[in-house]
């Protein structure tokens, strides 16, 4: 079918979603490998977020699609309530990577179903309803996800579903409680939901979720005592810990998953992306077996036609085997080291990069019109602003795709990635900067 052909059928068809569908104009894609994917005219892109954040070992991996193609050729498909080996051996792979006692695993199909699963365990394992959440947060665009999500992905699925609360994050560069930086400030975000959950009664909250460090949001990285704080209210409550990572696992942040960088375990952790790295959806719910005890006599709180698919465990085994042995996770430490270092010499050298913040290969710029009243460029929830889009369309213009969302541009390649490809495309992100230097100019 030509290009034509199929951009008249696109237009009929296709319904992309985040986006008001009369600017809707992607790139036709038509091959991708390593880093890099090709659009139909033969031009060749740096992914320098792999994909949605999800592609952590890189494209077109022949690991994993020699052992997907094994997989197909003898089990497709079978009903969730059967055994399966590629079920139970990538349980006990999650189980092993996972900090603590997390141990058993229901997997789903993506972030969002995880998440949908653990506040459903987490209601039925304690009998209470509500969950709590933070602003500074994403976790999926479901029902329940939406509801639990701080940033203004949520405002389309307002009226949100009830039994939801939400607390300020440790966003320590715009601090929501106006204080100095940790530890002078005396954890203000941690007092206050100390007295939320004294005001609410700890009876009625049956979790608090939270990403260890937050993605798109904004990658807010917290400080240990916040995380450890959050465990220890948990703890003394009742309440369960969820930590959503969906994005932050699987060696995007330096190590298996990001909570580990606190030393915090929570009670259950839901994760997603890089399991598979975009080869199969997959969505991952993992809990303790105090939590499981719940469920021995009385039946588990959900069931998908799609869970443990096959293929999809498949995938994950080959995937997590490239993982250790490609060394990948760490790899990402130390190659964001380097990241990091570059990206504080952008800020030094550009007027409108108000902060560069991140862990491993996981990074954001945060684009300021103030540096000194850190001023957003263009505003958190300033959906009407073009500077974001402007900014991804100069970029892939030099052959480089990224993530640029409100006032941030996100950095988080593939793991695969290479220093030399690195510097290359920081070298094209100093070049878009020269445009947002001039919109603070102005
Ligand atoms: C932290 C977090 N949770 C949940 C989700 C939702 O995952 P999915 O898009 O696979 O449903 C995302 C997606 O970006 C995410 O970043």
């Known amino acids: 079918m030509s290009d034509l052909e199929l951009r008249a059928l696109e237009r009929q068809h296709v319904v992309y979603g985040w986006q008001p569908q009369r600017l809707a104009a992607p790139l036709l894609v038509t091959r991708a490998e390593g880093v890099n994917f090709w659009d139909s005219c033969g031009n060749q892109y740096l992914d320098l977020c792999s994909g949605q954040i999800n592609v952590n070992v890189g494209y077109g991996h022949q690991a994993i699609i020699q052992a997907m193609k094994r997989q197909l050729d003898c089990l497709t498909y079978i009903a969730p309530g059967f055994a399966t080996e590629p079920r139970v051996r990538l349980s006990s792979m999650v189980a092993k990577r996972c900090p603590g006692d997390l141990q058993y695993v229901f997997f789903s199909n993506s972030g969002s179903e995880a998440i949908e699963n653990a506040i459903k365990i987490a209601r039925a394992a304690t009998g209470r309803l509500k969950i709590y959440s933070a602003w500074q947060s ?17 405002l389309f699925a307002e009226p949100v579903v009830p039994g939801v609360a939400k607390f300020h994050y440790a966003a320590c560069y715009r601090c929501p409680f106006g204080q100095s ?6 954890f203000s975000c941690l007092a206050s939901l100390e007295r939320q959950i004294d005001h609410d009664g700890p009876e009625t909250i049956a979790a608090i979720v939270l990403e260890p460090i937050v993605g798109t949001s904004g990658l807010y990285v917290p400080p240990v005592d916040f995380i450890k704080g959050i465990r220890k209210l948990c703890d003394e409550h009742g309440v369960l810990l969820i930590f959503d990572e969906t994005m932050t696992g699987w060696g995007r ?39 499981r005890e719940k469920f021995l006599d009385t039946a588990f709180v959900g069931g998908l036609t799609n869970e443990g698919h096959t293929l999809a465990c498949a995938a994950g085994i080959a995937n997590i085997e490239v993982y250790e042995q490609e060394g990948l996770i760490e790899r990402s430490a130390a190659l964001g080291e380097y990241l990091n270092k570059s990206l504080l010499e952008l800020q030094a050298m550009h007027p409108s990069v108000g902060s560069v913040r991140g862990k491993g290969l996981f990074a954001c710029l945060e684009l300021s019109s103030d540096r000194e009243r850190r001023i957003g460029i263009a505003g958190y929830r300033n959906a009407r602003c073009t500077i974001a889009g402007e900014i991804t369309s100069r970029m892939l213009q030099m052959g480089v795709f990224v993530v640029a969302k409100w006032d941030f541009i996100f950095v988080a390649p593939p793991l695969i990635i290479s220093r030399t490809a690195l510097t290359e495309a920081i070298e094209k992100l100093d070049k878009v900067l020269a445009y947002t230097d001039e919109l603070v100019r102005c």
């Open 138 to 154: 994403y976790h999926g665009a479901t029902a329940g996800a939406s509801a639990i999500s701080g940033d203004p992905r949520r």
């Open 181 to 186: 930086a940790p530890p002078d400030c005396g």
């Open 253 to 291: 942040t330096g190590r298996w998953f990001a909570c580990e960088h606190f030393d915090v375990v929570p009670d259950i952790l839901v994760t997603a992306k890089g399991i598979t790295s975009g080869y199969v959806p997959l969505g991952v719910t993992v809990f303790t077996p105090a939590i």
